[in-house]
C-alpha cells in the first residue's frame, strides 16, 4: 500500500508559475510509474503527466504545451510538477497518483491508476 499526500497548491495569477509536490510513504514507490491528473467541476479527471521509475521517461497530456515540467527524486520518494505559464484553464484540484508497473508512464487513463492522493487545489486568476 502506498499513500500519497500532494502539497504546494494555491491561488496564482495567469501567467504565473507553481510547483507540486507529491509525498510517498509506505511501500514506496521508486518502482513505481508516478502521475498527476486534473479534476475540474463538473469535469472529467484528466491526465497530465507521468513518469517512468527512474525518471528518464516522461510523458505529457495534449493541453501541456510544454508549460508543465514532471519530475521525481526516487531518494525522497516525491514527485514534482513544475506549472508554469499558468492560465485560468488551468484551475482543477491536481491529483498524484502511482502505478506500480515501473514502466507504465504512457498510461494516460485515471483508470489505469492504482494510488490517489487527496488532491491540492490549484486556482488560476485572469
Known amino acids: 500500500q502506498v499513500q500519497l499526500v500532494e502539497t504546494g497548491g494555491g491561488l496564482v495569477q495567469a501567467g504565473g508559475s507553481l510547483r507540486l509536490s507529491c509525498a510517498a510513504s509506505g511501500r514506496t514507490g521508486s518502482r513505481y510509474t508516478m502521475a498527476w491528473f486534473r479534476q475540474a467541476p463538473g469535469n472529467e479527471r484528466d491526465f497530465v503527466a507521468a513518469i517512468n521509475w527512474s525518471g528518464g521517461n516522461t510523458y505529457y497530456g495534449d493541453f501541456v504545451e510544454g508549460r508543465y515540467i514532471i519530475s521525481r527524486d526516487n531518494a525522497k520518494n516525491t514527485v514534482y510538477l513544475q506549472m508554469n505559464n499558468l492560465k485560468p484553464e488551468d484551475t482543477a484540484v491536481y491529483y498524484c497518483?502511482?502505478?506500480?508497473?515501473?514502466?507504465?508512464?504512457?498510461?494516460?487513463?485515471?483508470?489505469?491508476?492504482?494510488?490517489w492522493g487527496q488532491g491540492t487545489q490549484v486556482t488560476v486568476s485572469s
Open positions: 497518483a502511482a502505478n506500480p508497473d515501473g514502466l507504465a508512464y504512457t498510461l494516460n487513463s485515471y483508470l489505469e491508476y492504482q494510488y
